[in-house]
C-alpha cells in the first residue's frame, strides 16, 4: 500500500487533536442513545400501536420488533426536477426490504429547495438556512424511536448537508444516503453560458435565452453541471456513505433501481443485530471528512462546500477550518475538469470513469484514506463502476486509463498539481477563491473597488456602462447574519462580459458565489462579514470606500485594502440596509440573528447546539 502523503497525514492529524474533546462527547452520545436511549423496544404499547397503525402489510412484523424497520427521510417533491424521481422510492423501498425480511416506512419528508428556481430572486435569502431546518426536520422524523436504520433521499445543495447534519444526531443508527441522479445531457453547458452572455449584453432576447435554458434543464434529475448539488454526491462517495458508483447512474433506469435495491439491502446488514454494526457516527469521521475535502478539491467541486462540509463535521463532534482546506489543496492534484472548468457534463465525467476512476488514483498515489469505515464495504470498493449482467448488479474495476483524457486525467499527469480552492486572508479578512476554472493570468488582480450593498445595484452599474474598467465590485452585507447569504450567480455573465472586454475584473463579498462559478476570480465568503457581529463591530468590508485600491491574489494568499492606516482609522463603517421582508424571510430572522460565520458553516442551529453540549 501507498504510504498516505504527509501533508494529508499532518492535516488529519491536526484535526483529529482540535476536535478530540468535541469528537468524544459526541461518541459517548451516541453509544449511550443506542445502548439506554429511546428505541422502539422501549416504546409503551400506546406509543407502539401509533407507529405501526397504518403500516397496512408490514403491520405483523413491525409490532413483534424481531425485524429492522428502516425510516424513509425524503425530500421528494415534483416541481424540482432533482428530487422528482423520489415520488416512487418509497414503495420500492418497502418491498426491496421486505425481500431481506425488512421493513420500511417513510418517517419524515423535509423541504427541498432549488437554487436554480431562486437564483437571483429574493426567495434566495432563505437558501443558506434551509440545511438547518432540513437538519432540523431530519431529527423530527427520526425521533419517534421507531427504527433501527434509516435511509436518506436527497441530492441538491443544501439537502444533502441538511440531511446529514440531522441524521448525525441519530448516529448510533446505520444509515444511508440514495441519490437519484442526473438529468441526461441536455443543451452543452457551454454554449448556454454564451447565450446566457449574450443576453446580458443586449444580443440576444429572453425567448432565445429561455429556449436555451429549457434546453439545458430538460428532464427528471440533477442538473448536469458539476455545481454544489453534484460536488454533494461525490463526496457522499468520496466519504463511503453511498452504495459504490451510484452518484452519476442518471434517473429512471435499471441500474438505478438496482443501487437502489442495494442501499436498502445494504442498510438491513449493517445493524447492530448483526455482526457488520457499521453506525452513521462511527463511518462519519475525522478521515472520511478529509476523504471528502479531498474529493472536492481533486474534482474542481463546489465552494460552498467551504461551508457545507465544516457543518457536517461540527455535527459529529469535529473541527474543520479553510486552513485545512488550503493546506489539502497544495498537495492535492486537479484530476477532474466538469463544467464550468471544462466543457463536458458530469454525464461525461461518468462515461470517462467518473468517481471509480478518481478513488483508484488518489489511493493508489497514497491521496486518500483507504482505512475508512464505510456502508458499502472498503474505500477500495468504490474504485468501482456499478453494472447489470442479466439484469444483476455487479460492480467491475475502474477504467486503467481514462476514457476522455480532455475530462478525467490520472494522479501523474494531472490538469493542475493543486487542487484549486484557496484561503485568501489579510487585513478584509479571511475568504475563499476556487482558481480551478480561472486562468493564471487572473489569479492576481489589483484595482480600485466598486461598493454595492445588492446584486441588482451591481447589474444597474453594468447596464449604465459604469463598469468599463479594470475593477473589483464588492458586493457587501451578504453573510448570513445580514440577509442569509445567498448566492451572487446572477452577476457570473456580466462580469465575465467585462472581462471578456479585456478588464482585469474580480468580485469580493461576504455572500456566497454558485457552486458554478467560472472564470471570473470570485473571492466569497469573506469573513468577518460586514454586518456587525454579537460584539457590536462591524467586518473591516463595512469599512471600504468606493475607489480604495484592492489587492486579491491566489498565489500569495492576499485579500488587501490598499488604504493608509491613518484614514483607515478614521473612518466609521457602512450602515446596513434594513433586513428585506417578504416571502416569508421574517420568519428566518431567529436563524440570521444567531448563525455563525461562514468558516464554522454559518450555521445558526450548530452554533446554539454547541452552547448547551
Not at 181 to 210: C, F, H, V, W
Not at 319 to 348: C, K, T
Not at 406 to 435: E, Q, W, Y
Request: with cysteine; net charge negative; hydrophobic share 45%.
Amino acid at each position: 500500500m501507498t504510504p498516505l502523503h504527509p501533508t494529508i497525514a499532518a492535516v488529519t492529524d491536526r484535526i483529529i487533536a482540535r476536535s478530540a474533546p468535541r469528537r468524544a462527547a459526541y461518541l459517548d452520545l451516541m453509544d449511550r442513545q443506542r445502548d439506554a436511549g429511546t428505541n422502539r423496544g422501549s416504546l409503551s404499547c400506546g406509543n407502539l400501536a401509533h407507529g405501526f397503525a397504518a403500516a397496512g402489510d408490514d403491520k405483523a412484523v413491525i409490532r413483534t420488533g424481531g425485524a429492522m424497520n428502516i425510516g424513509i427521510v425524503t425530500s421528494y417533491n415534483d416541481m424540482l426536477s432533482a428530487h422528482q424521481p423520489y415520488g416512487r422510492y418509497p414503495e420500492q423501498i418497502k418491498l426491496f426490504a421486505r425481500e431481506v425480511a425488512a421493513t420500511a416506512q417513510v418517517a419524515g419528508g423535509v423541504p427541498a429547495m432549488c437554487d436554480g428556481v431562486t437564483q437571483g430572486q429574493a426567495g434566495m435569502d432563505l437558501s443558506l438556512f434551509s440545511r438547518d431546518n432540513i437538519a432540523q426536520g431530519t431529527v423530527i422524523a427520526l425521533s419517534h424511536a421507531m427504527f433501527e436504520g434509516a435511509l436518506l433521499l436527497g441530492i441538491c445543495d443544501k439537502i444533502v448537508p441538511g440531511l446529514l447534519i440531522g441524521a448525525l444526531r441519530f448516529g448510533h443508527l446505520p444509515q444511508i444516503l440514495i441519490p437519484a441522479g442526473p438529468m441526461p445531457s441536455g443543451l452543452a453547458n457551454k454554449e448556454k453560458q454564451r447565450i446566457r452572455q449574450l443576453y446580458a449584453e443586449g444580443k440576444a432576447t429572453r425567448d432565445e435565452l429561455l429556449d436555451a435554458e429549457a434546453a439545458s434543464y430538460h428532464g427528471a434529475g440533477t442538473c448536469t453541471f458539476y455545481g454544489t448539488a453534484n460536488s454533494n454526491q461525490m463526496m457522499m462517495e468520496l466519504m463511503g456513505l453511498h452504495i459504490p458508483g451510484s452518484a452519476f447512474t442518471n434517473p429512471g433506469t435499471k441500474l438505478r433501481q438496482e443501487l437502489t435495491r442495494a442501499a436498502t439491502h445494504r442498510v438491513a446488514e449493517i445493524g447492530w443485530g448483526g455482526d457488520d454494526y457499521r453506525p452513521l457516527a462511527r463511518c462519519v469521521d475525522e478521515k472520511a471528512i478529509v476523504n471528502a475535502a479531498i474529493g472536492l478539491l481533486a474534482t474542481g467541486g463546489s465552494t460552498n462546500h467551504a461551508i457545507h462540509l465544516p457543518a457536517i463535521a461540527r455535527a459529529a463532534g469535529i473541527i474543520i477550518d479553510w486552513q485545512d482546506f488550503d493546506e489539502l489543496s497544495h498537495a492535492v492534484p486537479l484530476l477532474a475538469r466538469v463544467y464550468p472548468n471544462g466543457a463536458g457534463d458530469v454525464n461525461n465525467f461518468h462515461a470517462a470513469g467518473g468517481i471509480g476512476y478518481v478513488v483508484r488514483e488518489l489511493l493508489d498515489a497514497g491521496l486518500l484514506h483507504g482505512d475508512v469505515l464505510t456502508v458499502g464495504g472498503t474505500m477500495a470498493d468504490y474504485a468501482a463502476e456499478p453494472v447489470l449482467v442479466a439484469d444483476a448488479l455487479q460492480w467491475q474495476a475502474a477504467p486503467a486509463t481514462s476514457r476522455d483524457d480532455t475530462m478525467l486525467r490520472p494522479v501523474a499527469a494531472p490538469f493542475s498539481l493543486d487542487g484549486g480552492m484557496r484561503l485568501l486572508a489579510g487585513n478584509l479578512g479571511r475568504a475563499i477563491i476556487k482558481t480551478s476554472a480561472v486562468a493564471e493570468d487572473r489569479w492576481t488582480i489589483e484595482a480600485p473597488c466598486r461598493i454595492f450593498d445588492n446584486q441588482d445595484a451591481v447589474l444597474a452599474a453594468f447596464k449604465a456602462g459604469e463598469l468599463e474598467q479594470d475593477v473589483i465590485v464588492v458586493v457587501r452585507f451578504q453573510g448570513p447574519r445580514a440577509n442569509g447569504m445567498p448566492e451572487l450567480h446572477k452577476l457570473t455573465p456580466a462580469l465575465g462580459v467585462l472581462q471578456d472586454r479585456g478588464f482585469r475584473v474580480a468580485l469580493l463579498t461576504d455572500g456566497r458565489m454558485s457552486g458554478a462559478s467560472g472564470k471570473v476570480p470570485a473571492v466569497i465568503h469573506l469573513s468577518p462579514e460586514a454586518l456587525p457581529g454579537p460584539d457590536g463591530v462591524s467586518g473591516p468590508l463595512a469599512f471600504l470606500a468606493d475607489g480604495d485600491i484592492v489587492r486579491v491574489c491566489a498565489r500569495q494568499g492576499e485579500v488587501l485594502a490598499l488604504v493608509d492606516p491613518a484614514i483607515w482609522a478614521a473612518r466609521s463603517p457602512a450602515v446596513a440596509p434594513p433586513p428585506a421582508l417578504g416571502v416569508g424571510r421574517e420568519l428566518f430572522a431567529l436563524f440570521r440573528h444567531h448563525a455563525d460565520e461562514a468558516e464554522k458553516g454559518g450555521s445558526a442551529v450548530l452554533a446554539a447546539m454547541e452552547s448547551v453540549i
